[in-house]
């Protein structure tokens, strides 16, 4: 398999005019925070912006000139060569766009605009507009960097050597690579299962949460299907590979979330989108006021000048600056509110969601279990153990699991605990444990069985009381031969999980969805206590994959669907949704790596905060937008009758500029209240 893994996650960002975005690009802990790098990306600017002070403060008029041109091209290189590559590739025939609009952008309208500038010696003006044009770049630049980071964490997963074990009984340790189908390997007790297989000797539990996303240890034993990924908990197992390295479970895993975020299309920002429009209607205005007076018998020269001054008064210094220092506020915000987003574009894209689809376990719900209900047998005070009650079955469950670290050990003797158990030591003889059936113990004596309803059958003991009812997850008690209780657990939902689905419906989000690898009866519990729309259960990864991809298909309109997960099984889903949202305090280092954004409290609520946002965002974006075309179309039309003198125009625009920074700030402060 192409190890394609550590690419950049951007390869599919629209294009940035300044030049720099996509090329001389590094990790901010990388190149760019050294010297040279700084010196490399910065230098160029710095020089310019230094040339262009100078220049103001020189006699000489040719040499005044000739330090203005030149601050012109090094500040505007990045306008000039994306405005090149513009009609180099319509002349080729390369534009994906393939029409004469492709080349009408952002980058045109300021090459044409400064052009006209320094044709009629208004040098100064230029070198302003590409100076403030290079600051906005920058702030989108620095916006678009956050997200460059890799899955290399998803990496992890794939092993670096196996143990083969060889006819002869010796282990040798080899690269994945070299095992075959059919050959054996050993992973003992805390390794990582490197190749799928059939269990041939040996019995244990598996950590599969990287595979299935669910905390629950899973027994296996001979003749069990071993999954590479999974963690051996408590022993030693001997594994018939079923699998090649490049088939394996892991592999597959690695190979969706890769093609997943290659199939993910980009959310335009506000500002690529309205230069589509923009531009076009400004250059077909300003060569009709150049050509028309001309063919009205006006002097021609008059006319180009007016037409060079209206291209230079229409470019949009306002929106190139406010509306990258918007998404870059946006982030901000996002950011002191404990949500990371990975770039502008996803913030973008949130401020549009159609649909919001959760992960259960870790994600609205905590992942670990607490006690639903301690049900007692009918005939329990027969002579079981005398009296039964509820912290009789407690009590006896407790001592049975007092050695184990099974989660749902820990949450029996926490209750127990709580309840006011205390543990005396000596009364606890001759434990065994069986893996995935559960615990023999002598308790005072008597014969004490803690665990699944296998084990009780294996025991004789009848499906009397209690027994007779399904139960979702619980510990089966019995003592001497004779059922005593059950205690029922269930994952516990997250404190602030109601919040996060009122909050959404709150916003007007179309559909709020559940896909979980857990079982249906525990789905539906979530689903109805938190008032869901939809539920899937029983899924693996690829499942999820594929009900992500009927949901996108069906989603209303432009609008977004957002993923929310948290499991190394969830990266592909997270990868391949709209807007993937990571748990960023308990989820995997995968899930983050896949995810465009993190929740690093953990809170499911805080994707409605980033809605919020994303939404405030956007519509302080549209209101610059309308400030800046309100006093660009006043400067334009007197510039068009000659009646704006230049430097006038360029100072207007300034100001609308500083206007709309300063309203675009105020996604930054509106944050601060936003949670409700």
Excluded at 583 to 605: C, I, V
Excluded at 618 to 638: D, P, Q, T, W, Y
Aim: charged letters at 25%; one cysteine or more.
């Amino acid at each position: 398999m192409d190890n394609t893994a550590g690419r950049d996650w951007d390869d599919n960002a629209p294009a940035c005019s300044c030049g720099h975005c996509h090329h001389d690009e590094h990790d901010e802990t990388g190149e760019e925070a050294s010297e040279g790098g700084l010196v490399r990306r910065y230098g160029a600017d710095v020089i310019g912006a230094a040339l262009y002070i100078c220049a103001f403060f020189i006699d000489n008029a040719v040499v005044g000139t000739g330090l203005f041109v030149a601050a012109y091209l090094l500040l505007g290189r990045g306008v000039l060569m994306g405005s090149a590559r513009s009609v180099l590739r319509l002349a080729t025939g390369k534009d994906r766009r393939g029409s004469a609009a492709a080349l009408l952008d952002e980058n045109f309208l300021m090459t044409i605009a400064t052009i006209g500038a320094l044709a009629i010696r208004e040098f100064p003006e230029a070198v302003a507009v590409v100076l403030l044009y290079r600051i906005g770049e920058e702030l989108q630049e620095r916006a678009v960097r956050s997200s460059k980071r890799s899955i290399r964490a998803l990496m992890d997963l794939r092993p670096d050597s196996v143990n083969l074990l060889g006819e002869d009984g010796i282990v040798r340790v080899v690269a994945p690579d070299e095992v075959e189908v059919g050959q054996r390997i050993l992973v003992r007790a805390g390794e990582r299962i490197p190749l799928d297989g059939i269990v041939v000797e040996g019995e244990c539990e598996l950590d599969t949460a990287a595979l299935t996303g669910e905390s629950q240890p899973r027994a296996i034993a001979a003749g069990g299907e071993a999954l590479s990924g999974s963690i051996v908990i408590g022993g030693v197992l001997t594994v018939e590979v079923s699998r090649v390295a490049r088939e394996s479970t892991v592999a597959r895993i690695l190979e969706m979330t890769q093609k997943a975020a290659s199939r993910k299309t980009v959310a335009e920002l506000l500002i690529s989108s309205f230069a589509k429009v923009y531009t076009p209607i400004v250059v077909g205005a300003a060569v009709v006021m150049a050509v028309a007076p001309a063919l009205l018998g006006m002097d021609i020269s008059e006319s180009v000048r007016r037409a060079l001054v209206f291209l230079v008064i229409s470019c949009p210094c306002a929106l190139v600056v406010s509306i990258p220092l918007g998404y870059f506020a946006g982030l901000g915000a996002a950011s002191r509110r404990g949500v990371l987003v990975k770039g502008a574009r996803y913030l973008e894209a949130m401020s549009k969601v159609d649909m919001v689809v959760f992960d259960k376990t870790g994600t609205l719900t905590k992942g670990e279990f607490e006690i639903e209900r301690v049900d007692v047998a009918a005939a329990a005070g027969a002579g079981a153990w005398g009296d039964g009650d509820e912290m009789r079955v407690l009590e006896v469950a407790a001592y049975a699991e007092w050695d184990s670290s099974h989660p749902i050990a820990r949450s029996i003797k926490a209750e127990w605990v709580g309840r006011g158990g205390v543990f005396v030591p000596g009364r606890l003889a001759e434990r065994y444990e069986r893996a995935g059936f559960g615990v023999r113990v002598k308790l005072d004596g008597k014969e004490v069985l803690a665990g699944s309803a296998r084990l009780l059958d294996e025991a004789g003991i009848g499906k009397v009381g209690v027994r007779d009812r399904e139960a979702e997850t619980a510990v089966e008690v019995a003592v001497d031969g004779k059922y005593l209780g059950r205690i029922t657990l269930r994952d516990a939902i997250k404190e602030d999980a109601r919040e996060a689905v009122r909050m959404l419906r709150g916003l007007g989000v179309r559909e709020i969805a559940m896909l979980t690898g857990d079982n249906a009866a525990a789905a539906e519990v979530v689903k109805a206590e938190l008032g869901l729309d939809r539920v899937e259960a029983g899924l693996l990864p690829n499942q999820k994959m594929e009900s992500l991809e009927r949901s996108m298909k069906a989603k209303s309109g432009k609008g977004t669907v957002v993923f929310v997960g948290d499991g190394i099984n969830d990266a592909p889903v997270l990868a391949r949704a709209d807007v993937g949202i990571a748990m960023g305090a308990l989820g995997s280092d995968a899930a983050l790596e896949a995810a465009d954004a993190a929740l690093m409290t953990d809170e499911p609520a805080r994707v409605a905060e980033l809605i919020r946002i994303a939404r405030k965002t956007r519509r302080i974006g549209i209101e610059n937008i309308a400030l800046s075309l309100g006093v660009k179309a006043v400067l334009m039309a007197f510039g068009a009758l000659g009646l704006t003198p230049l430097p006038l125009a360029v100072f207007g625009d300034m100001g609308v500029t500083l206007l709309a920074v300063a309203n675009a700030m105020r996604v930054g402060r509106a944050s601060r209240a936003s949670r409700a």
